[in-house]
């Protein structure tokens, strides 16, 4: 699974997006790889480099139909940060569509790639993951591809909410096997950028551990999210896209 990083206006990707994606185009050739009946040349080798594991493990959950491929799922359908892009058509060019785009190009095929194309942010990211695809599928072991700068967030998203999950479906917290492979900020922000949203990310986990505390089921957490969230409150409908600027040196980030 990769978390959605923005769009350029003109739909095309941010440095840290192509990096995310070279990150699971590189795990994508390298289970595949692995599997029995399958070769590295088949699948186009391997490029990219998605930096350390924290568990080692390069699996991910598979399409019955493909059992030697793993599947990429793409995460996102825009930001509340900016406007989204529009289309040739005139329609919106959700994240996760331009992502697959990419891989397509790279040469993995269509029957391998999944979207998710509700979400706004690193907990929509989260909770849509888990509804639309891990659980159906019945997936266990997922590697979750994202940036450095914002492992840390998504980390503690995912294991709160997969955890939610595992605990109440499945009477175990650590039934679902989450592999978090983060891949090199180097070179990508000024340091003061990245500083910037480093301060911002450390807030983030800060208010969601707050808002989580509580929580004991994934009733609670839709409660929460549908009943006061911006990116999915109707209540706070108005608000979105209209939240305040963000800082100049923040807003380069998304």
Sequence with gaps: MMLGGGLLPDGGMPDWVV??????????HTQAAS?????????????????????????????PAAPHRPAIVLLGAGTPHKPPVID???????????YADYLISRGVPAADLLKEAQSYDTVG?????????ALPAGWRRIAIVTSDFHMPR???????IYSLAGRQLHGDAAWFDLDYRPVSDEGIFPADVLAARAEKEAAAIE???????GMASLADLHSWLFATHLCYSVSRQQEFGRVQELDPKLAATY
Excluded at 38 to 63: I, Y
């Design 19 to 28: 990096r995310r994606l070279e990150g699971c185009l590189h795990l994508y």
């Design 35 to 63: 599997r029995p009946g399958s070769s590295s040349a088949a699948n186009g080798g391997s490029s990219g480099n998605t930096g350390s594991s924290s568990s080692g493990s390069t699996a991910a959950g598979s399409l």
């Design 88 to 98: 040739a058509g005139g329609y919106v060019l959700h994240e996760s569509t331009a």
């Design 125 to 133: 990211n989260g909770y849509f993951s888990l509804l639309q695809h």
């Design 154 to 160: 998504t980390r503690a998203t995912f294991d709160f």
């Design 207 to 213: 208010a969601w551990q707050r808002n989580t505390a």
